[in-house]
């Protein structure tokens, strides 16, 4: 079965400074990536979604993730944190569509909480 | 409506009282999932509809749990005879179709505690 690791539970960074969120997965062969961000009493917003081809993805709020197969990683990072920024972040992932397998069930990983000092 | 609506925002119930938990996804989308979010185990898919076909309920945690979607959009989540470890966050989601590119959007969840 899948498992994705997040191994950072809380990450704090000054304002301006450059982030990086680490993601680790476990599956049988490169699965659809994604990574979510969660703001207190939000909804899961997506930032970004790499299914194949090149390997570093653009994403919104200036976000970026890259992977990398050999790792089994999609880190994320962001070159200078605003202070809304502050919220929780979920990498997850999902088998590709194959005989039937739904796409849309993730699995996620527990989550990091990134607080951004001014 | 503009995205992914789910009602009610928050819920107290007794143990042992049923609860419906209903969510409106995004007008067109074919595909609807509901996700449950907790303290201890973290974002668990619950159930999956798409279209017509038969649901993925691989994610139900127990028979007490079940959801149905009438028309082919408006689904309800039931959980019979609540237990406190049912507590949690549930949340809904949609996306047009089945597929890559397809990008899911998630609600804002119903909040469910269980005294």
Not at chain 1, 32 to 59: A, E, H, I, M, N
Not at chain 2, 76 to 97: F, G, H, K, W
Request: with cysteine; net charge neutral.
């Amino acid at each position: 079965a899948q498992s994705v690791t997040q191994p950072d539970i809380h990450i704090t960074v000054s304002e301006g400074a450059s982030l990086e969120l680490r993601c680790n997965y476990s599956y049988g062969a490169t699965p659809y990536l994604f990574w979510y961000v969660q703001s207190p009493g939000q909804g899961l917003q997506l930032l970004l979604k790499y299914f194949s081809g090149d390997t570093l993805v653009q994403g919104i709020k200036g976000f970026e993730a890259e992977f990398k197969r050999s790792q089994s990683s999609f880190n994320l990072r962001k070159p200078s944190v605003h202070w809304s920024d502050a919220a929780e972040y979920f990498c997850a992932v999902a088998p590709p569509p194959a005989g039937g397998t739904s796409y849309g069930k993730l699995t996620f990983g527990q989550g990091t909480i990134l607080t951004v000092h001014p | 409506g503009a995205g992914v609506s789910q009602s009610p925002s928050n819920k107290v119930t007794e143990k042992g009282k049923d609860v419906e938990l209903r969510c409106d996804p995004i007008s067109g989308h074919t595909a609807l999932y509901w996700y449950r979010q907790s303290l201890g185990q973290g974002l668990e898919f619950l159930i999956y509809f798409q279209g017509n076909s038969a649901p993925d309920k691989s994610g139900l945690p127990s028979d007490r749990f079940s959801a149905e979607r009438t028309g082919g959009s408006v689904s309800t989540l039931t959980i019979q005879r609540t237990q406190q470890e049912d507590s949690a966050v549930y949340l809904c989601a949609s996306s047009p179709r089945q597929g890559p590119g397809n990008t899911i959007y998630f609600g804002e969840g119903s909040w469910l505690t269980v005294v």
